[in-house]
Each structure stands twice: as structure tokens, then as C-alpha cells.
């Protein structure tokens, strides 16, 4: 058995632990505030000092789990990025996952929530695309998750979207006609640093070769968005014992 509660002991570090005689405390700090979030700069995962024992780093695991669930009211604790093409299958959710995949390597899975649409009806419910999938599993990256169309609520639900390419930037502005979102609207290749591609191309009817240079231009592009983050958001990655 575990809880949540706010009020957390302030202490310097991304994640850390105490240790009582009845219970044993994880810490989270809250790197980003606003007003639908409580005050306290820490949330804690409180459970006992039996359990703890034998499997804390499943407590780490499930804290950062619930902290990434739109369900929990932590969640807009999180820096939220959505990521866009056409259909959903192919680029968008090879982002969502290699960010994902970048984000748990950093430890920062409490501090940045993915998620991925496509400006098309085309491919709704559908998973990501068998190709791109196995150009992913190549670099031991998973591909998940089930193609959705972009709302005009994502707007609100998301500091920033992520456009593959000219088309969908320009597809994700015309959803805001006021331009009231247009500065949280990116092409994604502009985190790039190793490519010079300004769009991320559509590789939905070409050859492997195609689906390969994606995920590396990807992979390019969200390793410069983290690091984009963590400046901006001024994060501080957890410390692995």
C-alpha cells in the first residue's frame, strides 16, 4: 500500500529518499507550477519501511507512472508535448516513443509527458506502422500507442506541438485561426544539430532505407528538444545510484 500527498521535505534533488522507523518517503521536486497546482515544490510517495526495503525502485516506477497519467491531477505538473503528422502511424508516434525512450533514460519521466495525433481522420485506432516499427526496434526503441486525430482542446492540453513537416505546421494553425497558440507550434527539425533537413520526411510510401533515415533524423531532433527542455524548464536530472 502506498499515498500521495503534497506537502514533501525539501530537499535539493530530483528524486530522493528518506527513511523513518514506520515509513519510508520518495520525492519528486515540481520544476514547473502553475495555478492548478498545489504550492508545495515536492510530492511524496509514502509507503512502508518493510516494503520499501525489498522493492523501492518499483516505488520510483509507479510514482513516475501515475505522475504521467492525464488521470492524475499531478499531471499538469508535467511539460506536455504533442507531436504531429498526417496520419498518426508512421513519424508522429516514432517521436512520441523515442522521446519517451530519451525521457526514461534521463530519468525525467515525472517532469515530461508525450503524446502524438495526426492532422488526418485517415488512420484512427490504428497502430503504429509495421515498417517504422521494425526501423525503431533496430535502435531498441518500442513503438506504441493507437493513431488519433488533433483537437482543437489540444491547444489548451499541450506547451508544445511538434510538426513534422511544413504541411502539418500549417494544418495545425489553421485549427487556431486566432493565433492564439501559434508560439507553442514547432517545426520539429528545428532541435535538430546533427541534420541539416528542415522537415522530417513522410516515409509512408517509399523503401526501409526511407524509415531508417527517420528515426535517425528523429532521434537527432528529440535529443536536442530534451536538451531544449531541461534548460528552459530548468530541470535537474535525477542522480542513478
Do not use: W
Not at 481522420?121 to 518500442?142: C, E, F, L, N, W
Not at 532521434?219 to 536530472?237: M, S, W
Request: proline share 5%.
Amino acid at each position: 500500500m502506498f499515498g500521495l500527498s503534497g506537502r514533501g521535505c525539501h530537499s535539493p534533488l530530483g528524486i530522493g529518499s528518506c527513511t523513518f522507523k514506520k515509513s519510508y518517503t520518495l520525492m519528486v521536486r515540481r520544476s514547473r507550477l502553475n495555478a492548478s497546482c498545489t504550492p508545495y515544490p515536492y510530492l511524496c510517495i509514502h509507503t512502508s519501511a518493510r516494503g520499501a526495503a525489498r522493492k523501492p525502485e518499483r516505488l520510483v516506477k509507479i510514482l513516475r507512472l501515475l505522475l504521467r497519467s492525464p488521470r492524475n491531477p499531478n499531471y499538469n505538473m508535467s511539460y506536455k508535448l504533442l507531436f504531429v503528422c498526417l496520419g498518426n502511424i508512421c513519424r508522429s508516434p516514432s517521436a512520441e516513443n523515442i522521446m519517451n525512450h530519451l525521457i526514461e533514460q534521463a530519468g525525467l519521466e515525472s517532469e515530461i509527458v508525450c503524446d502524438s495525433a495526426g492532422t488526418s481522420s485517415y488512420h484512427i485506432g490504428s497502430a503504429p506502422d509495421r515498417r517504422m516499427t521494425a526501423a525503431a526496434k533496430q535502435r531498441g526503441i518500442v513503438l506504441k500507442g493507437q493513431a488519433r486525430q488533433l483537437q482543437k482542446a489540444d491547444f489548451e492540453q499541450f506547451d508544445l506541438i511538434l510538426a513534422m513537416d511544413q504541411e502539418n505546421y500549417q494544418d495545425i494553425l489553421a485549427l487556431d485561426p486566432s493565433g492564439q497558440y501559434r508560439d507553442r507550434v514547432r517545426l520539429m527539425c528545428e532541435f535538430c544539430s546533427h541534420y541539416s533537413e528542415r522537415e522530417v520526411p513522410d516515409p509512408y510510401y517509399g523503401g526501409p532505407e526511407g524509415f531508417n533515415h527517420v528515426i535517425d533524423l528523429l532521434l537527432d531532433a528529440c535529443n536536442g528538444l530534451l536538451q531544449h527542455i531541461v534548460t528552459t524548464q530548468q530541470l535537474t536530472t535525477p542522480t542513478r545510484s
